[in-house]
């Protein structure tokens, strides 16, 4: 028994094997990750200026969107930055508190942007719905108590999960068959089968993932029998374009979201895990600037303001 636990608190550290299996393609990844992990950052960084330089622009809608892209900026810069040092060094290791602050904030800000993903589909079913109340329903002590519990709550179910997962115990050289410390990765590296703490994830997992889903389909169920109920085609057209932008965005996060997270165990696929976790991880969060900013013609007109701003200052 004493020789059992001296192992089970013998791992101080993980090996994420990540893209072991693509030796060749470390460079090509190595770039393209990098690349779109700038483009993400720019694009994050330059919505949120926008946003608080335009006074236009200062309706929750937008507050909504800063947020996101600021959650989203912490999201990728838990992950991305490690990923793309395993990619060019041979040093593959992560500490066990290492790993275990990079799940913490990793589903932290992954249920935060569930939520805030939620609070924004609130906001535009208020829009449409009660446009004469939109001011009074959507202040900004509303918004303010929106982001407030989407943090809290993400974080605080984060730190539950995180704290089951890393009591569990782990014995010996543990390999991690992903580029991350995800949930299912590391409970099953763990030296015993506990599936009461999987229920308890499975469960809380549920709860951000299919029950933020859930509101944001009873939002835009809401939203689309308002808008059947427009006569005109073009008033239709105009109500839908400020959900479209939203709805992409939507598709994308909790479509992923669910593949990886709300499916029995017996399911897992762990490599094709890691390619799914690409997605996610790198891609969906460069959905929010690109989608927001190309859709949307407020934010097409700040940005060109801006620059040709610069323009006029550069000719000067």
Not at 22 to 31: A, C, N, Q, S
Not at 207 to 213: A, H, I, Q, R, Y
Not at 231 to 237: C, D, L, M, N, R
Request: glycine share 4%; proline share 3%; net charge positive.
């Amino acid at each position: 028994i004493r020789n059992f636990m001296m192992n089970e608190t013998k791992v101080t550290e993980f090996i994420l094997v990540g893209f072991s299996d693509f030796p060749d393609l470390r460079i090509t990844l190595f770039v393209f990750f990098f690349l779109t992990y700038l483009v993400t950052l720019t694009g994050n960084v330059l919505l949120m200026t926008i946003i608080k330089l335009h006074r236009h622009l200062h309706i929750p809608m937008y507050f909504f969107l800063s947020i996101l892209s600021f959650s989203e900026t912490c999201y990728t810069f838990s992950v991305i930055p490690k990923m793309l040092v395993n990619l060019i060094t041979e040093e593959k290791s992560i500490s066990f508190t290492g790993c275990a602050v990079q799940m913490f904030f990793f589903t932290g800000f992954g249920g935060t942007n569930c939520m805030l993903l939620t609070a924004m589909g609130y906001d535009r079913s208020v829009a449409i719905c009660k446009p004469l109340r939109y001011k009074v329903l959507m202040n900004d002590r509303v918004c303010s108590q929106l982001v407030a519990f989407a943090m809290v709550t993400g974080f605080t179910l984060s730190l539950i999960d995180t704290y089951f997962i890393f009591t569990l115990p782990f014995c010996g050289d543990k390999e991690i068959n992903h580029f991350l410390c995800d949930i299912a990765p590391v409970i099953q590296a763990a030296c015993t089968e506990n599936n009461g703490i999987e229920i308890v994830i499975f469960i809380f997992c549920i709860v951000v993932v299919f029950g933020s889903f859930f509101l944001i389909l009873l939002s835009y169920v809401l939203i689309f029998n308002t808008i059947l109920k427009i006569p005109s085609t073009e008033g239709k057209h105009k109500a839908f374009s400020t959900c479209a932008s939203h709805l992409i965005v939507v598709v994308m996060h909790f479509g992923c979201a669910s593949i990886i997270y709300l499916r029995p165990k017996s399911t897992y696929s762990l490599e094709g895990d890691s390619l799914i976790s690409v997605t996610y991880t790198v891609v969906t969060p460069l959905l929010n600037p690109v989608v927001y900013s190309l859709r949307n013609k407020d934010v097409r007109m700040a940005i060109w303001k801006c620059l040709g701003r610069k323009f006029c200052i550069w000719m000067r």
